[in-house]
């Protein structure tokens, strides 16, 4: 089956009991058991819950992996993969990466003896000159957030493997419909399930989508730690990846005409976009993504206090952290999502802009950008 069939029909049969073409909310918090220890495959709703596997079931087919453990937030799927660590053990980590998982690695699991190095994954050199005998994980996110770098998938796993590491790779916003790490090597695939497959800013979810045995002992802390998806969050999230791959389509169409148009004004200093030729990665982000997706960053001409200006000037462009739901979202990174890096190798340029164009008519929202900008 395609991807938008599958999207829709895997792990979703109508419900036998009923016939419902959508899969019912399981709004349990345990199961009833026919004998001690005899149950139908449920026991308690922290350990499993029927809506919950349907979408770590379709989560598993579109990104072309053995399984799909779900989370409550994107964050706490990171920490169940940082878990799988020991003390002693290194990462190797993008320069350019979500400040909550920087600030996750730096501060919280370090810690607990988990050691890591920040390093630009665009530098294959410098990457394998990173590497430890000790490093267990290189993580990637590709695009990158925020600045939108484009990293080697493959180059990156082959690297990784040949040192007895994993690769982790990011895919939020590319999302599967655009690329599939696993296909490309990686080890485990993580999504903040929030953005653009929840897709209408309505719910926080995580999910990790891996091999049969690293899922095993994913669900394992998934049970342990108890930072599960509650049923209602896995059915709006069931819901919204319904029609992934047609809002995909708008994102990408919106978000290619607003990156050539911000490119060609001169208040703009810099457009980071995988789908311009200008970007140091378009050669490859189109040979590894289907299309180079919804999000653009750029840098204001004029600086940073233009750059906050241009920010709570928009009017379709709203002011608010987080990405990938169907309205349009405007964020400064250094002070909102990425102000944990301050004053650290991962520092954003205080005229950063970054944009999650949504899926509204495009000319509103390049006659917004071009008021913000004025």
Known sequence: MEFETRAIHVGQDPDPHTGAVSVPIYQTSTFVQDGVGEHRGYEYARTGNPTRTALQTVLASLEGTDAAVCFASGLAAEDAVFRLLA????????????????????????????????????????????LRPTTRIV?????????????????????????????????????????????????????????????????????????????????????????VPGPFDAWLTLRGIKTLGV?????????????AFLEADPRVAEVRYPGLASHPGHALASRQMRAAGGMVSL???????AARRVATATRLFWLAESLGGVESLIEHPGVMTH?????????????????????????????DLDRALG
């Not at 730096?106 to 003896?113: C, I, L, M, N």
């Not at 090597?185 to 653009?196: E, F, I, N, R």
């Not at 389509?249 to 607003?258: D, F, P, S, T």
């Open 299 to 305: 840098r204001v001409a004029a600086g940073g206090d």
């Open 87 to 130: 003390p002693g053990d290194h990462v190797v980590i993008a320069d350019d990466v979500y400040g909550g998982t920087w600030r996750q690695l730096d501060r919280v699991h370090a810690r607990f003896g988990v050691t890591s190095s920040a390093v630009d994954l665009t530098d294959l050199d410098a990457v394998a000159a990173a």
């Open 247 to 259: 809002r995909m389509q708008r994102h990408c169409a919106n978000a290619a005409r607003i990156a």
């Open 139 to 227: 993580w990637a996110e590709t695009p990158s957030n925020p600045r939108l770098e484009v990293l080697d998938l493959a180059a990156l796993a082959t690297l990784a493997h040949d040192h007895g590491a994993w690769l982790v790779a990011d895919n939020t916003f590319a999302t599967p419909y655009l690329q599939q790490p696993a296909a490309l090597g990686a080890d485990l695939v993580v999504h903040s399930t929030t953005k653009y497959l929840g897709g209408h800013s309505d719910v926080v979810g995580g999910a990790v989508c891996t091999s049969a045995p690293l899922a095993e002992q994913l669900a394992f802390l998934q049970n342990a730690v108890g930072a």
């Open 339 to 367: 102000a944990s890096v301050a004053g650290t190798a991962l520092q954003v340029p205080d005229d950063l802009l970054r944009l999650s164009v949504g899926i509204e008519a495009v000319d509103d929202l390049l006659a």
